[in-house]
């Protein structure tokens, strides 16, 4: 049934009557039929995948994934990394073409932020031997030309490269939707490329260094224009669990590895420092570890002493999408009218069950 109100003529005065009733009878239909990625609304959905097609079999299932996205009312999509398995197939170029086709073939605008195995990984003999910052730099020019998503329909983003001091980090993308401020970051897996070789540390050091500017910004832009919460896209699981307060840790039976630097040290305290600023809700929704899960893992440093459990920050909230070998998805509500802002879905897709033919 077509539900859209419609005007009626001054001469048809009676029509006019029932028009304006049957409008206001199907008001909510009315709204349905809203273009999806209108802004301002109260009330949205949005789609998060990441760590698939790692072999042939999980290439046989990302359709079925892809099915599902395109059959839901969505924003947007977002693809938090890690589009093969990092030994092999080869990181060549017709393998990031064809991934980017795929992406394309999105019904919704589609938003990629890579991972480790897209392009660190590539170094591997299996992953064809490639020098990692190569790939990235093709990675780069072949998924973010322009400024606007892939898929279908597009999003418009505004992309850190923007700013000349941080030109090469065209992967670093910011948009608005429904009064929330959206950003990736471009935090990957494999200790995100710190400790593997003096080339790979000074990509790191370049790279952190764009990733907390861009994320300081963009918390800056979130309180200078009211935005009622902030959520963040990354690939890298950054392991809250090795900055536990001592108490929790004992607890749980978890530490951090001796005598290797973090590739997340500088970045799990400047997230602390503004999420704590801006006082809302922020979701950080990545990949990396193939665990899913929600849970709020970051805790207040400076209440965390010895012997401390430490308070947890509770408007942080952290999800972990689905990754291989379970070929699954997760729905991310967004509702300005709930305090939380966010809710998920976990979205199990039935051709991809674990023993399906």
């Known amino acids: ?37 209108e802004s301002g ?40 990394g890690d589009f093969k398995a990092g030994p092999a197939p080869p990181c ?27 392009w660190l990984d590539c170094y591997r003999p299996k992953a064809g031997g490639y020098d990692p910052v190569e790939r990235l730099a093709k990675l780069r020019e072949i998924f973010f030309q322009g400024n606007q998503s892939l898929g279908q329909r597009k999003l418009t983003v505004k992309r850190q490269s923007d700013n000349p001091q941080y030109s090469k980090f065209r992967e670093n993308a910011r948009w608005s939707y429904g009064d929330v401020l959206f950003v990736t970051l471009h935090l990957v897996g494999d200790n995100n490329n710190l400790g593997r070789a003096p080339e790979a540390d000074a990509e790191y050091r370049e790279r952190n260094a764009a990733n907390l500017a861009w994320l300081k910004e963009t918390f800056d832009v979130a309180k200078r224009e009211g935005s009622r919460a902030v959520g963040i896209f990354m690939q890298a699981n950054p392991l809250f669990e090795h900055r536990l307060p001592s108490r929790r840790v004992e607890i749980l039976g978890v530490a951090p590895p001796p005598g290797k630097p973090s590739g997340y040290a500088d970045f799990i305290p400047a997230l602390e420092a503004e999420v704590l600023a801006f006082g809302k809700p922020v979701v950080l929704m990545h990949g990396d570890t193939h665990f899913f899960r929600i849970d709020k893992p970051l805790f207040r440093s400076k209440e965390a002493g010895p012997g401390n459990f430490g308070r947890q920050i509770e408007n942080f909230t952290r999800v972990e999408t689905f990754g291989f070998p379970e070929a699954h998805w997760v729905r991310v509500i967004v509702d300005l009218n709930d305090a939380g802002v966010f809710s998920f879905k976990e979205e199990i897709v039935d051709k991809n069950r674990f023993g399906k033919p």
Not at 5 to 34: E, H, M, T
């Open 41 to 80: 609304k109260g009330r949205f959905e949005f789609g998060l995948v990441g760590d698939q097609q790692y072999n042939p079999e999980s290439e046989a299932k990302f359709p079925h994934i892809m099915d599902g996205l395109n059959r839901s009312n969505f924003a947007f999509v977002v693809h938090v």
């Open 1 to 37: 049934m077509d539900t859209r109100c419609y005007s009626a003529r001054p001469a048809f005065a009676q029509i006019k009557i029932i028009l304006s009733a049957l409008c206001l009878a199907f008001l909510v239909g009315c709204a349905g039929v809203q273009p999806a990625g």
């Open 92 to 118: 060549d170029d017709g393998l990031f073409k064809r991934r980017k086709e795929q992406f394309d073939a999105s019904r919704h605008p589609f938003v990629y932020t890579p991972g480790d195995n897209d």
